[in-house]
């Protein structure tokens, strides 16, 4: 972990509710696909936890939905506006365990941890397959990026307006070497569901977002772990619902 | 040069500044980014006899200028701190700690705190009765002067290093309680604990904490915890570990006018993880820009 001033250097609407944000500063605390930043906003208590789309040494890049009053104010942000970040955090994915054909599965704002991990495994030579989900044509983002990097992109939409209708399970058939997901809890677990190893990322309400406050824990089977510290990638084989 | 020394029963603090328990986990996390020796000492996470999962989340509430938590007193257990994590604190922190015991029966009270009298690392035991997030221990033993004089004496009794106890801001008169401590034998008073409180979804129409209500901490609760330490201060002649929203060095010489001894810091360093380092390090020029040359002589200096 490490505490960086970052400067907005673009924040642009690209989907429905969602924006995409460069940030630039001092991003090198950060390791893995699957880490997250903790975003500091003025007049709000808590830092906002969003997670890594993509990075190099000094830039992240971060796209968030906005749910909520700190994800609107994020919205509204200007280029130049300085913000205090706490980078590098959460265990990220295991990219080791990935093999030869990765199937990477993205709901909604789950999706942009999901570029950077793509990113990774292709430059690692991995033959890597995304699904990304959504509820309906205009929430989809990122197809193009993604298929830019040399992934095979299946699209999914809950009301069928775009791509596959129904959810990602729904686009998961084929012959792939390990899943990681990242999205809703119900996604996880149909996901888990249909897969025999994996990694999935998890979701909390974060107190201090670097495992001091204990606010996020959840259950496992090696005991009790937070989701901000020892997650938010969680192995299948540890997952308690 | 200033002197920001601070005495507590006997042991001197290098500064007041002792980040607050449940706060700062065992010092390993806050390790990683800054020297964690610089503090005048820390108070760790609460422990309780048997290992606790605490609360279902969610656990954590944003409200304005504070948090509410209803983390539940997730710990190890007793066996695991004395064996793993105080053993692990003593690599990264190398100052006397303050021991945060708590407890759901007197029994587990005094076996706990009779178990980390025996620790050469603790240099105060803290006793939380005033936990607002359990049920059928924590608060419920600091909301009447009795149980509280009660769980001190029983204490004291198995005990040789010095007692402070964690009151409740969830109360009445918080003066009659300290009183109460400070006649059955307390050596110091840590207040204020969390405040209780709630918050709920617009959206869903339900609680935003599983546990429904919680403790508030923050800025928000600073003039309250200011007002309660001025009422301790004048009811009782024990020295005081004052907390609750202290943030900058400012608050922490508020903290001490209104008669603290020495502070603790909690919700700042979820916030900015560097914050209690920052208030030491601020502390020197603005006892130097208020004219103070020594710290301990401004404890109850707005009486």
């Known amino acids: ?241 | 040069m200033v002197d920001t020394k601070v005495t507590l029963s006997g042991l001197t603090l290098d500064n007041p500044v002792i980040p607050a328990s449940g706060t700062f986990g065992f010092g390993y996390e806050f390790a990683e980014i800054y020297d964690i020796d610089i503090l005048g000492s820390l108070s760790f996470k609460g422990t309780t006899r048997e290992p606790r999962f605490g609360n279902p989340t969610p656990r954590i509430a944003e409200c304005p200028s504070g948090m509410l938590n209803a983390v539940g007193l997730q710990n190890p257990g007793i066996d695991k701190v004395i064996e793993e994590e105080l053993p692990k604190l003593r690599q990264v922190f190398h100052k006397p700690v303050v021991a945060n015991i708590s407890g759901f029966s007197i029994d587990e009270y005094v076996e706990c705190c009779g178990r980390i009298d025996q620790e050469e690392q603790v240099g105060i035991i803290e006793v939380n009765i005033s936990c607002p997030n359990v049920h059928n221990g924590g608060m419920s033993f600091g909301t009447s002067p009795e149980s509280a004089a009660e769980v001190t004496r029983q204490v004291k009794a198995v005990t040789t290093k010095p007692v402070y106890m964690k009151l409740s801001p969830n109360v009445t008169d918080i003066a009659a309680i300290a009183q109460a401590c400070e006649e059955a034998g307390a050596d110091g008073i840590s207040l204020i604990n969390t405040l209780m409180g709630m918050r709920i979804d617009l959206r869903r129409r339900v609680p935003v904490l599983k546990n429904v209500t919680g403790g508030l901490s923050g800025p928000a609760v600073l003039p309250v915890a200011l007002r309660m330490v001025w009422q301790v201060y004048e009811a009782v002649s024990v020295p005081i570990i004052g907390m609750g929203g202290v943030s900058t060095a400012r608050d922490v010489i508020e903290m001490m006018l209104a008669g603290a001894t020495a502070v603790e810091v909690g919700a700042a360093n979820l916030k900015n993880p560097l914050a209690a380092k920052e208030i030491i390090e601020k502390l020197p020029p603005l006892m130097e820009e208020l004219g103070i040359g020594r710290l301990s002589d401004i404890i109850g200096g707005a009486h």
């Open chain 1, 1 to 241: 972990m490490e505490k960086r001033e970052f400067e907005v250097s673009s924040n642009e609407l690209i989907a429905s509710n969602t924006w995409k944000m460069n940030l630039l500063g001092d991003a090198r605390s950060i390791t893995r696909p699957g880490q997250f930043v903790n975003i500091e906003l003025p007049g709000f208590f808590l830092r906002r936890p969003i997670s890594v789309c993509a990075w190099r040494d000094w830039e992240v890049t971060i796209i968030y939905k906005v749910v909520g009053q700190g994800t609107s104010y994020m919205s509204r942000l200007e280029p130049g506006v300085k913000l205090d970040l706490l980078c590098g955090l959460g265990n990220g994915y295991d990219v080791t365990k990935a093999g030869e054909r990765p199937l990477l599965v993205g709901g909604g704002a789950g999706v942009p941890p999901m570029y950077a991990l793509a990113e990774w495994l292709i430059r690692d030579g991995r033959q890597v397959t995304v699904i990304e989900g959504f509820n309906t044509a205009g929430e989809v983002f990122y197809e193009r990026e993604f298929a830019d990097l040399g992934a095979s992109v299946r699209i999914t939409t809950a009301d069928g307006s775009v791509g596959t209708r129904g959810f990602v399970t729904d686009a998961m058939d084929g012959d792939f070497t390990y899943v990681y997901a990242c999205g809703p809890e119900p996604m996880l677990r149909a996901v888990y569901d249909r897969c025999a190893d994996g990694q999935f990322s998890f979701e909390e309400r974060m107190g201090c977002g670097f495992g001091a406050c204990m606010g996020c824990t959840c259950e496992t089977k090696y005991g009790y772990k937070r989701i901000c510290r020892d997650g938010p990638v969680l192995e299948r084989g540890e997952i308690v619902w």
